[in-house]
């Protein structure tokens, strides 16, 4: 090997470090070739709070909390001390047939905080996942498997939600409604039943927000009537359509999701990977709908961004039902790292700092400082839409603010434009195609609103010149 590996003139030199990684690393989600030109890629050496720094030294505000995981800051002393001791005492073990303290204490304490429903069995059992996708798999798997072994073996079929999103491996990906993630895999993925986005934005002049939650939900109504005997599960994002573009709906549609669901005998699958952990202004956005889902599929902020981890919390009447003297009916299900400890006593250290303070109190108040920073933004004639749940605010950029029509011409351009523009204003705003949004880590004060602020602005008038 010739190659150098000194790690020094990497820190130096940010040109040699891009045209090295770009030699050799293929990046997510990305047209690598974008790299060669309008889409700068950004080296970063470490991160502090709610910033990243550069290998140049430039400092940017994370305000989209690197893909919504991280929840109390960057590097965070508590969570690196967590990891690190355990680490050194149990990296990882087996999870099949053997057992750590890391996931038990998890597992319990995830069971203890999980949404309450009068009159409802509560969520009761945790199995691990190592990413968000995982989950999903894991959530529809046990939900059809269990119609299977209850001799309910119709139900075979799925439904998701129009403009819905739940992660890239195929079957999630199948129940994703995204048309630039899923359309050229689609001969390889199983067909759901779509129902109608509840999404606001899309309400009808002079509806409301619940109303328009209510009349997707009829639509809902109808689907389960027609097909609902086949169907063994609904998945849906609760408040919060994110990747499809920060779109808000109700706490009534999710309410009404769930009635509707034990009408049928249809499971309710609630994808908490983005909105959990308090983005949406309580902890789990289905407390806001006072319901508990069959399946809660937690992620993301599960380690408040520090270490891949995903959790399914199910029911005891699920979890039943895969109990017998028959090896073929349990859930032969499992991933390598399953329940790996160190990211279990990441999770654990992230539900201490919830302990230590009121994080949701407190992020009421963050939220609406949030709010007052982004107000004038909606007087903006290019922003025909102003949204907000919690700690997700989201501008959606627009040509005619009466009709609500998106730019026609240069959509791609333009976000690169905008996404450029916030950079060099210190910010890291990643737009969802038209929609410019913040989703920062809970540790923000009023220096990074302000910075959001500035950093949006720029954003907007670059989205909007473009050429
Ligand atoms: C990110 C996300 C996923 C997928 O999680 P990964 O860890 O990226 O696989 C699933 N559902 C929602 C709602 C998400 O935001």
């Not at 230590?356 to 107000?375: S, Y």
Request: charged letters at 20%; proline letters at 5%; aromatic letters at 8%.
């Amino acid at each position: 090997m010739t190659q150098n590996t000194s790690i020094a003139p990497m820190l130096t030199e940010a040109g040699d470090f891009l045209a090295r990684d770009l030699a050799v690393v293929w990046h997510p989600c990305t047209q690598m070739r974008e790299h060669r030109g309008e889409l700068p890629l950004v080296p970063i050496r470490r991160g502090r709070g709610a910033w990243l720094e550069g290998l140049d030294g430039r400092r940017y505000l994370d305000a989209i909390s690197s893909w919504w995981t991280n929840l109390f800051g960057h590097a965070h002393t508590a969570i690196a001390e967590a990891i690190g001791r355990q680490a050194a005492e149990l990296e990882h073990v087996i999870y099949a047939g053997f057992a750590h303290e890391p996931g038990l204490r998890l597992a319990e304490r995830l069971v203890a905080l999980a949404p309450r429903q009068a009159g409802r069995a509560p969520l009761s059992r945790v199995f691990y996942g190592e990413n968000g996708s995982a989950a999903i798999e894991i959530a529809l798997k046990m939900s059809f498997h269990s119609h299977q072994n209850r001799g309910d073996g119709g139900r075979t079929r799925f439904v998701a939600l129009e403009n819905g999103y739940h992660g890239e491996t195929l079957g999630a990906l199948a129940v994703s409604d995204i048309p630039l993630f899923r359309r050229v895999y689609a001969p390889l993925l199983m067909e759901p039943l779509f129902a109608p986005s509840p999404d606001a934005f899309a309400a009808e002049p002079g509806e409301d927000a619940e109303a328009c939650a209510r009349r997707a939900a009829a639509a809902l109504g109808a689907l389960f009537e027609r097909d609902g005997p086949t169907i063994a599960a609904l998945i849906l994002e609760p408040r919060v359509q994110c990747a499809g573009g920060m779109r808000m709906h109700h706490p009534a549609y999710v309410a009404e999701a769930r009635r509707l669901c034990d009408a049928h005998g249809i499971q309710l699958i609630a994808d908490e990977i983005a909105v959990g952990f308090g983005r949406t202004g309580t902890l789990f956005a289905c407390e806001q709908a006072g319901v508990v889902p069959d399946f809660l599929c937690l992620s993301k902020g599960l380690t408040a961004g520090s270490l891949p981890l995903s959790a399914v919390l199910t029911t005891d009447a699920v979890f039943e039902a895969f109990w017998s003297e028959d090896r073929t009916r349990g859930f032969l299900h499992s991933h390598s790292y399953t329940g790996n400890p160190i990211a279990c006593a990441a999770a654990n250290a992230t539900l201490d700092l919830f302990v230590a303070r009121d994080v949701i109190a407190d992020n009421r108040a963050l939220a609406h400082r949030m709010a007052k920073a982004a107000a004038p933004f909606a007087g903006h004639p290019a922003v025909g839409d102003l949204r907000q749940a919690g700690m997700i605010l989201a501008l959606e950029l627009v040509e005619d603010r009466a009709t609500k029509r998106a730019y026609a011409d240069h959509p791609r351009r333009r976000a690169l434009a905008a996404y450029r523009a916030g950079l060099d204003a210190g910010a890291v705003l990643r737009p969802l195609g038209n929609v410019l949004y913040w989703m920062p880590p809970y540790c923000i004060g009023d220096e990074e609103i302000d910075v959001l602020h500035r950093a949006t602005a720029a954003a907007i008038e670059a989205y909007v010149r473009c050429e």
